[in-house]
């Protein structure tokens, strides 16, 4: 089964970029998503993209400011941050499944997840 990882994340400023990477263990037609979990929150979709890339999906709110992308020749997998504010803070994780969809039980395979900090 494909495994996940992904990088990218740490302490960042206010107003700062951060870009977020998930790599694939293997080339597979995955549609892939990415999902947060804030302090004593439960896990919420921030956005999602089809394999062929051409298909993307975002939670409301997330679209201004955050967009997905995929290099396939990398099996990456990218969630670009811009003007990160405090409530971003969480930890990112990236998930594969088979469909663009932005509900956890779509997708079956989970990366541990990295960690983004937001100081104000």
């Known amino acids: 089964q494909v495994q996940l990882a992904e990088s990218g994340g740490g302490l960042v400023q206010a107003g700062d970029s951060l870009r977020l990477s998930c790599v694939a263990s293997e080339r597979g037609h995955y549609a892939t998503g990415w999902f947060r979990q804030a302090p004593g929150k439960e896990r919420e979709f921030v956005a999602a993209?089809?394999?062929?890339?051409?298909?993307?999906y975002y939670a409301n709110s997330m679209e201004d400011r955050f967009t997905i992308s995929r290099d396939n020749n990398k099996n990456t997998v990218y969630l670009q941050m811009n003007g990160v504010k405090s409530e971003d803070t969480a930890v990112y994780y990236c998930a594969a499944g088979f469909s663009v969809a932005g509900v956890e039980s779509q997708y079956p395979y989970w990366g541990p997840g990295t960690q983004v900090i937001v100081s104000s």
């Open positions: 993209i089809a394999w062929s890339g051409g298909g993307t």
